[in-house]
């Protein structure tokens, strides 16, 4: 009697079969999406390069050199129409000083112009820095010097993805609880 026991088949194979969401691992998470509008190369490059290293979560979609062609990124047009391409940031760090349409009035722009999902990290050197405030009022989540350090960087970028995250798992938790808190319910 070694018959073919499905039974005995489908027990001895249960215990190795894990849900595919049992470890979560970067790459089976959605990705934060990340644009990025800095004139300077090297500040780019940096800044990728920290975003590699220590925010597994953020996916660069774009990079933008000015603001006028950050404006025909966010609004659709030209070369930025296909959203499959060039999806919509959850994300953006912003230079404050670049020529053309700069940082400024692209916070400005956007007042006019809502991107609800949008979080703005700007990003200028030690100079603009007296204009912190300024930025904030005008819709900036964030404002950060530009680091001199990688390590500096990285703390920002890691924090900001941490950050996001959090905020993440917030939103998703409150309709949950908004459905756990019925107005017909048994008390004892």
Same mark, same amino acid.
């Given at each position: 009697?070694?018959?073919?026991?499905?039974?005995?088949?489908?027990?001895?194979?249960?215990?190795?079969?894990?849900?595919?969401?049992?470890?979560?691992?970067?790459?089976?998470?959605?990705?934060?999406? /990340? +644009?990025?509008?800095?004139?300077?190369?090297?500040?780019?490059? *940096?800044?990728?390069?920290?975003? @590699? !290293?220590? %925010?597994?979560?953020?996916?660069?979609?774009?990079?933008?050199?000015?603001?006028?062609?950050?404006?025909?990124?966010?609004?659709?047009?030209?070369?930025?129409?296909?959203?499959?391409?060039?999806?919509?940031?959850?994300?953006?760090?912003?230079?404050?000083?670049?020529?053309?349409?700069?940082?400024?009035? /692209? +916070?400005?722009?956007?007042?006019?112009?809502?991107?609800?999902? *949008?979080?703005?990290?700007?990003? @200028? !050197?030690? %100079?603009?820095?007296?204009?912190?405030?300024?930025?904030?009022?005008?819709?900036?989540?964030?404002?950060?010097?530009?680091?001199?350090?990688?390590?500096?960087?990285?703390?920002?970028?890691?924090?900001?993805?941490?950050?996001?995250?959090?905020?993440?798992?917030?939103?998703?938790?409150?309709?949950?609880?908004?459905?756990?808190?019925?107005?017909?319910?048994?008390?004892?």
């Amino acid at each position: 009697m070694c018959g073919f026991d499905p039974l005995h088949r489908h027990h001895a194979k249960q215990p190795v079969k894990r849900p595919a969401t049992s470890i979560m691992s970067p790459s089976a998470t959605p990705k934060i999406s /990340v +644009l990025i509008a800095d004139d300077a190369k090297e500040d780019r490059f *940096l800044l990728k390069s920290a975003i @590699t !290293d220590h %925010a597994p979560r953020f996916q660069i979609v774009g990079e933008v050199i000015d603001g006028a062609e950050l404006k025909d990124y966010l609004s659709g047009h030209g070369k930025y129409a296909d959203r499959g391409r060039h999806p919509l940031p959850d994300l953006l760090f912003l230079d404050l000083r670049m020529p053309g349409m700069d940082g400024f009035e /692209v +916070l400005e722009w956007l007042q006019q112009h809502r991107h609800p999902r *949008l979080k703005i990290v700007v990003r @200028t !050197d030690s %100079a603009g820095f007296a204009y912190k405030s300024e930025a904030l009022a005008l819709g900036a989540s964030h404002f950060f010097a530009k680091q001199s350090t990688m390590d500096e960087l990285a703390k920002m970028v890691s924090g900001l993805q941490r950050e996001m995250l959090d905020d993440e798992e917030n939103k998703s938790k409150r309709p949950a609880e908004k459905k756990h808190r019925p107005g017909t319910s048994s008390a004892g």
